[in-house]
């Protein structure tokens, strides 16, 4: 082969303890009970051939190939699906297996094209390699004249299948079964008629599958292959990083010809993914080398002016003296910036440092402020710390699920995919959502209890859910006793058992029947290891911080907390959501989620940065736009983040932009926010950088450089010549260096370093003396407060202001979809949009039919914020009251209409609860003209800086 590849073990390995001794061709090897003898084999570097078995999935013994001979035993069985046994010695060579393993492969081949020196396979093919391995030199019998001839099918942006090369060993059909749980893939036919079929013999774009290219990675011929390897041959060298996408955190295999990726290939050893994928980490990584990609720097004193290409010194210098200029004129807080999830632990570390010390203020926000501030806040006040307290294979320990305003399956699709493997193992599941998400019913798992709840009556439902615990007599005394504040869990038993918050006296608020809210808080505290997770649809609220409080409260009084299969879980939305808060993004934090203001912390951080640091927190996101509006609020420095797109009641959003004298936008498209923009610079993509993303389960992994930054620097290196041209130096020479800082700075990353993350392949912090390693599961043995005692504390129903009226009698809730990642600037540049190339409107069919409305009808969204105007699909996946859509597309407006409610601790926006008024109509909004108005004239004005 042209490419090193992990080594392929043939089955699965054995999670079994005992130990069983035997002998493989005269080799002694001791192995754990229930290997294969097919793995043992491999394990002492004997490969037996196989074309149907490769250890991501279940032996299925159907190809012959790797039959072998067991001492006192008959026949010559599949060594794949044969265990080992104590004593047992195998052969796996001599003149009978050559034989018929010769004969196998001419059977093979004889119902195989013999195109190999074009076949785009050729060197990376195993039935070539295989035919190799036994020795055919010669084929016997003519070909059949079945599938040769068949069509491809090319539906698919991404892969080819192709049936005339199919030898029907059925690894893409498991893989699609077992790995990713989609089981859209069959076998249709008998004999030499047999062939792979995708859903009712549909094209793979019309089917059910999801592009996860778990069938393509287990393909051992040609038949289902990567259109890059086609077009451009096979990769000659291979760099492992980290997925830009989703919180997962996925590790992969950059495969390359010089600097150009041909394909990601899961890797085998990513501890976040083990080998497995999603359609976006897979395969959308065009964007990175997309012709909008701009990769020169370039100024503007207006939004109203053509962009200047200039090069990176001017371009740096007049940042700096514009932050300098709106200092002197307006106050040393009239300027901030922005981190980003998408970026490095590095580069949002200094982002917030530039700042703190160059700023001199701590006006920094990142985007957790509109998503997961409430996960911060809750956690911390409870359980000490403001991150998930698990690893995601833990979930393969629980045996009762909940899932709360996430959908797993299209916003971390491969977690999404491990937790389907548990259901079908046979775990209990209890979804809490006011919408159809797919684990409430898909192949092979139905949802125990769906609690299809009103959207805003989170915290009512937690609450009953609390006072059947403590009602029903289900707390788990002994561990609240031994782990728990015992004051604050009386205050709260006290409270949650008042019977105002009964399934009974909530059902009214919620819509949740009672009697299935006392089943499921049963289930939960009695069912065994229970793990809570939950996402936006819980944050994303007015009270999300109380929500978050009430899941804590639960785990605790159950115990569902410090041990495998257990957990309070946030699924995170970006690929570093957990850094970027990690680093000090938050305009109150330092790093390390220490107050400002705390004399200790303050004064470790000025010596280390020898800095004047300020104790004063800063602005939030939402108080920049106000002071900006305000005209108290003049510069910004946004990193990596697309507020005017994905920030709420975006007229609000554009309107402050405007009144800014200087935007600084550092980024690798114009997005919505840099049409706003008097300074663009060139970002670098994930692949055109060195670095670190810390995923939701507080894994820190590894960031590789695979090709050259397009505009000559890493974003790390823009901030630091960002911050010399101000006059607060930073001199480092490598990214290693800012982690070093970092673990000097951060009491849970002491032990953190590249060449640890080299070693281990990542590291879940705390990461420190104690726990040098790292640490999968939090609070095993105490809670990370000062007491070292879980808090419990008061969740008070607060319903909220954004109620529905006459005049806007629906709720419309947001979310995501598998295709496409956040607001979409990546993945709208790739061909994902062949699955979803607009943003579209749930209605269910009891309120369309009220207002007259059909599949594909354009309806109008008006809510008291604004109003823009979408396609509607007509499905009972919503509830009635309710519609539901995504917001992928900037010209769709969805966050046109949602309002300024956010939540009470943290400003987090309250983006499920909007009330609207769906009307059909024929033309877009005049929000949506305005727009598109406006975005042409800002490319205009972008191509005559192309063309200067």
């Known amino acids: 082969m042209s490419i090193d590849k992990d080594k392929d073990y043939g089955t699965p390995a054995s999670s079994a303890t005992e130990m069983v001794n035997l002998e493989i061709d005269g080799f002694k090897v001791t192995v754990p009970a229930g290997t294969s003898v ?112 068949a069509t491809k099918d090319t539906s698919n942006p991404y892969f080819t299948f192709d049936p005339s090369k199919c030898i029907v060993c059925q690894r893409c059909v498991r893989a699609c079964e077992e790995t990713q749980g989609t089981f859209a893939l069959t076998i249709d036919g008998r004999g030499f008629d047999s062939k792979v079929s995708p859903g009712q013999n549909q094209d793979f774009l019309s089917s059910e599958c999801v592009s996860c290219g778990a069938c393509v990675q287990a393909c051992p011929t040609a038949t289902l292959i990567e259109n890059n390897v086609i077009e451009n041959g096979q990769p000659e060298h291979a760099i492992v990083t980290t997925c830009a996408y989703c919180g997962v955190g996925c590790s992969f295999r950059a495969e390359m ?136 294979d833990s979930i ?83 561990f609240v006793k031994a782990r728990c504040d015992m004051a604050s869990f009386n205050k709260w038993r006290t409270f949650v058992a008042d019977v105002r918050h009964s399934p009974e006296n909530t059902e009214s608020i919620t819509g949740v029947p009672a009697a299935d809210i006392r089943a499921a808080a049963r289930l939960y505290a009695t069912g065994g290891n229970a793990a809570f997770h939950y996402g936006l649809g819980v944050t994303e609220h007015s009270q999300g911080s109380t929500t978050v409080i009430g899941i804590a409260n639960l785990a605790m009084a159950t115990g569902n907390i410090g041990r495998d299969g257990v957990g309070v879980n946030p699924l995170r939305g970006q690929n570093n959501v957990q850094g970027s808060c990690d680093m000090g993004s938050f305009p109150h934090e330092l790093p390390g989620y220490r107050h400002v203001a705390d004399p200790a912390t303050h004064d470790l951080f000025e010596k280390a940065w020898n800095a004047t640091l300020s104790t004063n927190p800063g602005l939030r996101i939402p108080n920049m736009f106000d002071a900006a509006l305000d005209g108290t609020f003049m510069g910004l420095y946004c990193e990596g983040e697309d507020i005017a797109q994905s920030d709420p009641d975006i007229t609000h959003v554009h309107s402050a932009l405007q009144k800014m004298e200087c935007v600084i936008v550092q980024d690798i498209f114009l997005n919505e926010t840099a049409k706003f923009a008097h300074v663009f610079l060139p970002g670098a993509s994930f692949l055109e950088k060195t670095g670190t993303f810390t995923n939701a389960e507080r894994r820190i992994s590894p960031v590789r450089k695979v090709m050259r930054p397009l505009a000559g620097y890493a974003d790390w290196e823009v901030t630091q010549l960002l911050s010399n041209a101000l006059g607060y130096p930073m001199n480092y020479s490598d990214p290693s260096e800012i982690m070093d800082e970092i673990a000097s700075l951060i009491p849970s990353f002491t032990g953190v370093s590249y060449s640890k993350i080299d070693e281990l392949g990542s590291v879940q912090w705390p990461c420190n003396d104690e726990t040098p390693d790292g640490t999968p599961v939090m609070h095993t043995k105490e809670f990370l407060r000062d007491d070292g005692k879980g808090l419990f504390m008061l969740t008070e129903y607060v319903p909220t202001i954004e109620k529905v009226t006459p005049m806007y009698p629906l709720i419309l809730t947001t979310g995501r979809i598998l295709a496409h990642y956040n607001v979409g600037a990546q993945t709208r540049r790739t061909g994902n949009v062949a ?35 979408l396609h509607a699909i007509v499905t009972d996946r919503v509830q009635p009251g309710v519609v539901y859509t995504t917001f992928h597309f900037p010209e769709s407006g969805a966050n046109v209409i949602t309002t300024d409610n956010s939540d009470w601790a943290t400003n987090c926006p309250e983006y499920k609860v909007t009330a609207v008024q769906i009307t059909k109509v024929t033309k877009d909004s005049e929000w949506q003209q305005g727009y598109r108005a406006f975005t042409e004239n800002q490319l205009d004005l972008l191509a005559q800086a192309a063309h200067a």
């Open 38 to 149: 097919m793995r043992a084999a491999a394990s002492i570097g004997i490969d037996i051939p196989k074309l149907c078995a490769t250890d991501s999935i279940e032996p299925f013994g159907s190809c012959r190939l790797c039959v072998v001979q067991i001492e006192g035993g008959r026949g010559l069985p599949a060594s794949c699906t044969t265990p080992v046994f104590e004593g047992m010695k195998a052969v796996t060579q001599n003149q009978k297996l050559a034989d018929v393993r010769r004969g196998v492969m001419e059977l093979y081949i004889s119902d195989h094209p013999l195109d190999c020196l074009t076949c785009p396979s050729n060197g990376d093919c195993e039935l070539q390699d295989m035919a190799g391995a036994v020795g055919l030199r010669e084929v016997r019998y003519k070909p059949v004249e079945t599938h040769l001839g």
């Open 257 to 392: 010809q010089g600097e150009k990726v041909i394909r990601m290939v899961p890797d085998k050893n990513g501890q976040a993914n083990h080998g497995h994928s999603c359609v976006k980490g897979r395969f959308a990584f065009g964007y990175a080398t997309h012709k909008d990609r701009i990769t020169k720097p370039m100024i503007r004193a207006t939004i109203q002016d053509a962009w200047k290409e200039v090069s990176w010194e001017e371009a740096i210098a007049y940042a700096a003296s514009e932050i300098k200029r709106i200092q002197a004129k307006y106050g040393k807080e009239s300027v901030g910036g922005l981190t980003s999830s998408r970026c490095t632990n590095e580069e949002a570390y200094l982002v917030q440092k530039l700042i703190r010390a160059g700023f001199g203020n701590n006006n920094v926000d990142t985007c957790a402020r509109v998503c997961h501030s409430p996960t911060g806040y809750g956690l911390k006040q409870t359980l000490g710390e403001s991150s998930g307290t698990q690893n995601f």
């Open 396 to 478: 393969m320990k629980a045996d009762v699920i909940v899932v709360m305003g996430v959908n797993p399956t299209d916003g971390h699709p491969v977690f999404g995919s491990q937790m389907k493997k548990r259901l079908r193992q046979g775990a209990k599941l209890i979804v809490i959502d006011p919408r159809n998400i797919d684990l409430v019913k898909s192949p092979h798992i139905q949802a125990d209890y769906h609690l299809k709840l009103r959207p805003s009556t989170n915290v009512a439902i937690v609450n009953a859910l609390a006072h059947v615990v403590v009602s029903e007599g289900l707390v788990d005394e002994k």
């Open 835 to 869: 699955w979803n190339p607009e943003d579209i409107l749930e209605i269910h069919p009891h309120d369309a039919q009220d207002r007259g409305i059909n599949d594909g009808d354009s309806v109008g969204i008006k809510s008291r914020a604004g109003e823009t105007v």
